[in-house]
């Protein structure tokens, strides 16, 4: 056997015996649209980075779940994962959750019908969902999501730029009902939080520029 493979092999053997399927949305974006899934997975990087002192996350909107993984890897905390959609909890159950090592837990919810009456977190998540929030119902669905967040605790909420509507792929103007302008947002999620810091993020970098060219808007909010 030559030198290069018998190095290979060395590293292969520190493979984890695991194997891992996306879920069907995850899944879709990797097939048809794979940048798109390292979009997602960037949000969750700077959200795990912004909360790595947390003890106890909860994540609003969490979808398949596998945005837990990067809180697991990045930081100490507990995870408490949110969805009112019972096929992507089923799926996140069953798949994600064995390899969590008894830190995460996923909880089927409607956070506008009421809000979480469970063990507050120092840090929140809340990324791609306001934009699925029919407008009348906004309200609501904020003040439940904050409820969850403990007084001085740390939000990170990311949403897509109204500006770039006319950008959007056909799946995101069918879901996305509710955009919000940097100015609508942050007079939002100012009546939420003693302090709402706004960044722009074009692709996988966060930045402070022009808020008008930017294609998402992520906040960094204090209760």
Sequence with gaps: ?????????KVSAMNIKATFTLGPINAESL?????????????????AKMLKECKHIIEIGCGEGIGVFTFLSETGADI?????DENQ???ATEYV?????GRARFLCKDMIASPY????????VCIDVIEHIHHRQEEDFFYNTVSCLKKGGIAVLGTPNKHADKYASARSRQGHINTF?????????????????LFSMNDEMVHTGFYNMAHYLIALCIR
């Design 80 to 84: 408490t994962a949110i969805d009112f």
């Design 89 to 91: 909890i089923k799926y």
């Design 97 to 101: 959750l064995p390899l969590t090592n």
């Design 31 to 47: 097939i048809r649209d794979p940048k798109h899934l390292a979009f997602t997975l960037s949000r969750y990087k700077f959200a």
């Design 117 to 124: 009456k469970g063990r507050k977190a120092d840090g929140l």
């Design 1 to 9: 056997m030559n030198k290069t493979k018998q190095v290979w092999e």
């Design 181 to 197: 302008t940097p100015e609508r947002l942050s007079s939002a999620l100012k009546g939420y939080f003693s302090h709402v810091f």
